[in-house]
């Protein structure tokens, strides 16, 4: 059963029972309109709703303060750093200051990070979230501020989304594996309870039936997180237990531990085990051997995103929007 939660209206739910855009709401309750019709329905929609303009937000109407935040699991893991190179010079072409916050993936800091957007100390928030509950998605469409999410949320989440299709991204690296003459591909994937483990193991999945390959659970090793040090336990858990000629990361930080891992057995990435990772961000141009990655575009995600959220700052109105990209390989060493 779905939870519930207390309603509180706002702006966007008065225009979506009225039939009518934020703005003209906005015109309508401000009296700056003189279409009588319109202003008679939206405030008995508005009273009927029991919608009310938050005072705070009224006083800072005409009031930008050039600063907008981005919200992240892990500001150091190289595939939101990414993104923060690549959302900076849109904002600074715009005059806008960019905050960083590291929310830990913990949903509860993410839901109080958009609570607080009600006291205007940005103008807007790009969030990043790895884990999405009803909750989160409840305080997205409450949000006092403009916010456009950067990963997958439920197609019917009220704000601009930007994403990549991970499970395709999985796939893939598994037909490369494949091609390669691998049998036993293990994979090394972060917590199955967030959206990344959980779309990348079924592309895991798919990308074996595709190839004609049985899935075994025992080639499956699950770590703490999606960091390079929980990785080498997982790293090293697969590898003590099992034989196998290819290795899939969840991402390049765990696919660099099991290439670590290799190391300390005497073997060879591509040598002896081909390994391929996800993300293809510095991390994989510099391991030794360099790894063979999928592209999941973080940069053009974070370019994405910024214009977006710079689209709704200037005014533009309109349905939520979603903009999509497409994941590719990029072959390196590691599984050649």
Do not use: W
């Amino acid at each position: 059963m779905r939870p519930t939660y207390e309603t509180r209206p706002t702006i966007h739910t008065v225009a979506r029972a009225a039939g009518v855009s934020i703005s003209s709401v906005s015109r309508a309750l401000n009296g700056q309109t003189s279409n009588s019709e319109m202003v008679e329905r939206v405030k008995a929609v508005a009273l009927t709703l029991g919608y009310a303009p938050n005072a705070l937000a009224q006083s800072f109407k005409h009031q930008h303060l050039d600063q907008i935040a981005f919200a992240v699991e892990d500001i150091g893991n190289p595939a939101y750093l990414a993104m923060v190179r690549a959302i900076e010079p849109v904002l600074q072409q715009a005059g806008i200051r960019l905050l960083l916050h590291s929310t830990g993936a913990s949903v509860h800091a993410e839901i109080e990070l958009l609570r607080s957007l009600s006291r205007r100390y940005v103008d807007g928030l790009i969030l990043s979230p790895i884990r999405v509950t009803d909750e989160l998605v409840h305080e997205l469409a409450s949000a006092s501020t403009p916010v456009v999410v950067v990963g997958t949320i439920p197609g019917e989440s009220p704000v601009d989304n930007v994403r990549v299709d991970s499970k395709a991204g999985a796939a893939l690296a598994v037909h490369h594996l494949a091609a390669q003459g691998c049998r036993r591909i293990g994979f090394l994937n972060g917590p199955v309870d967030t959206t990344p483990g959980n779309s990348r193991l079924a592309g895991y999945q798919a990308g074996l039936e595709e190839a004609g390959l049985v899935f075994d659970q025992s080639l499956l090793e699950t770590s703490a997180s999606f960091h390079f040090d929980e990785g080498l336990i997982a790293a090293k858990s697969l590898l003590d237990h099992q034989k196998v000629d290819g290795i899939l990361g969840a991402n390049d930080a765990l696919a660099v531990s099991a290439i670590h891992q290799l190391g300390t057995r005497g073997l060879t990435a591509g040598r002896d085990v081909r390994v391929v990772g996800m993300d293809d961000g510095e991390l994989a141009s510099i391991s030794l051997p360099r790894l063979t990655s999928v592209n999941l575009g973080a940069a053009q995600r974070g370019t994405i995103a910024a214009q977006l959220l710079l689209d709704r700052l200037r005014g533009e109105a309109g349905p939520p929007r979603l903009r999509e990209v497409v994941p590719f390989l990029t072959v390196r060493e590691s599984s050649q």
